[in-house]
């Protein structure tokens, strides 16, 4: 199996709201990464585990808070999001081994926020 | 923070052109990464790179890592109508962490039936 999910597809949510993107992921990487990404823009990255562990935060507001329950599950809890936060958010995961760069990415959350 | 540059920005080409496309840094890299992405979709990961002057193949795509390591091409021949997307480069630098990778800006391609 080499494919990174992700649910919901798409969301729609009111800046009071709180809500949560799943990823998982069953190519036994023990790296998993959140990014966002803008249209026609690059991935930017927000988040990553390794070993389950957050090794990387990049200066992530605290509504953004992710989590890592197992070596196959990642979350993004959401809450008191901002319009501007309205974007593709994308799970990618990879080898956790040094000399292995390949990301492989699930398909997005599109994210709407009113 | 760094970004890599890419070019060309967009292209619009006829069916069955090839089509070539490229990444440079000021910096040397350790690995590039080659993606494309589809409107909706995630980056799919077409060729990765990982020695000075490699050369890989993945059906029409070939793409090199440059000698100096501040640079790797896309090549696309004989272009089809679904080969239209955004095609993203994204390379790693011996510097840098090795979870992060640097993006390029995308190179959009339209291809004319």
């Known amino acids: 199996d080499t494919e990174v999910t992700q649910t919901p597809k798409h969301l729609v949510m009111g800046m009071t709201n709180k809500k949560s993107l799943k990823c998982e992921q069953h190519m036994g990487h023990r790296a998993m990464y959140w990014y966002k990404q803008k249209a026609k823009k690059p991935p930017e990255l927000m988040f990553v585990?390794?070993?389950?562990?957050?090794?990387i935060n990049e200066s992530v507001p605290s509504r953004f808070s992710p989590e890592c329950p197992n070596s196959s599950l990642l979350n993004l809890h959401l809450h008191a999001l901002q319009p501007e936060d309205s974007a593709l958010y994308l799970c990618a995961s990879s080898q956790a081994s040094s000399g292995y760069n390949e990301q492989f990415f699930g398909p997005g959350t599109r994210l709407t926020v009113l | 923070g760094q970004q890599l540059n890419q070019s060309p920005q967009s292209m619009f080409i006829q069916e069955g052109e090839d089509v070539s496309m490229n990444c440079t840094s000021s910096?040397?890299?350790?690995?590039w990464l080659w993606y494309k992405q589809e409107p909706g979709e995630g980056p799919v990961l077409l060729i990765a790179l990982y020695k000075a002057g490699e050369l890989t193949s993945n059906g029409r795509l070939t793409a090199q890592f440059g000698i100096t390591r501040k640079d790797s091409f896309l090549n696309i021949s004989a272009s089809i109508p679904s080969d239209v997307g955004i095609y993203f480069c994204?390379?790693?630098?011996?510097?840098?962490?090795?979870?992060?990778?640097?993006w390029g800006l995308g190179t959009s391609l339209a291809v004319n039936p």
């Open positions: 994204a390379g790693r630098s011996p510097a840098g962490n090795n979870r992060k990778l640097i």
């Open positions: 585990y390794s070993y389950e562990k957050l090794s």
């Open positions: 910096s040397i890299f350790n690995t």
